[in-house]
């Protein structure tokens, strides 16, 4: 999916400056590399401000989630001594950065030949349904966007979704509808399987080195 990238939109905020919680976990991230090398924090530093956005959200009206404004970059850029278009070059090429507002949580739905052939039609329709918008909407309240991705690499617990940091999978009409009532209600569904798989054993239980595993405590 074509990601959003409008650098004048009425949306896009004057300014941006890190709070100083989040300076900190900055300046954390630029001490990793070598003195003359601290462009290479340009992508944590992404993440950073797309998850300060994201706090700033929550406790907006109507709500929003984590999303990487000009502004922003340009302040990364100030920060790091590079030039701005290469700070919009990372954030543009990586599916992790939203460049436009998105939802509260952003439920990205994987759609390729895995999880097609596990039932993934079924959960995009449960969501389209259920929320009452499309692929690249978001609802009116601003909670819930939806967003079709390629191969989250859950293949084996296929059909799967991930929402904000999440996964959730092993999913059916049912199970998706759920997890989406309960974000609806701002509260934590159980992640991972929804069908109690442990890991990405089969569902049977484990194959192989089955002493190790009950050992383990996963048998």
């Known amino acids: 999916m074509k990601k959003l990238f409008e650098l004048n939109a009425d949306y896009q905020p004057e300014n941006f400056k890190f709070t100083k919680v989040f300076q900190k976990k900055v300046d954390e991230a630029i001490a990793l ?3 003359g090398r601290q462009q ?8 950073l ?4 956005v994201a706090e700033e959200g929550a406790k907006a009206d109507p709500v929003y989630g984590g999303w990487i404004p000009r502004a922003a970059m340009d302040h990364i850029a100030e920060q790091l001594d590079m030039a701005a278009i290469k700070v919009y070059e990372v954030a543009s090429f990586y599916s992790m950065y939203n460049m436009a507002p998105v939802g509260k949580y952003l439920v990205q739905l994987c759609t390729t030949t895995p999880c097609w052939l596990c039932g993934s039609d079924d959960i995009v329709n449960t ?4 929320l009452g918008i499309g692929m690249g909407e978001t609802t009116e309240d601003g909670k819930f966007s939806l967003m079709e991705v390629e191969c ?3 293949c084996v617990n296929a059909p799967m979704v991930q ?3 999440d996964y959730y999978e092993d999913l059916n009409a049912g199970s998706m509808k759920e997890i989406l009532d309960l974000l609806a209600e701002d509260m934590q569904p159980k992640t991972g399987s929804q069908k109690a798989r442990k890991a990405s054993m ?9 002493e190790q595993a009950k050992k383990a405590g996963v048998a």
């Open 202 to 210: 089969a569902q049977s239980g484990p194959t192989s080195l089955e």
């Open 49 to 52: 401000a797309q998850r300060q």
């Open 40 to 47: 290479s924090a340009v992508m944590p530093m992404l993440d």
């Open 33 to 35: 590399y070598p003195k």
């Open 152 to 154: 989250l690499g859950a």
């Open 163 to 165: 929402i904000n940091d």
């Open 127 to 130: 969501c389209k349904k259920h």
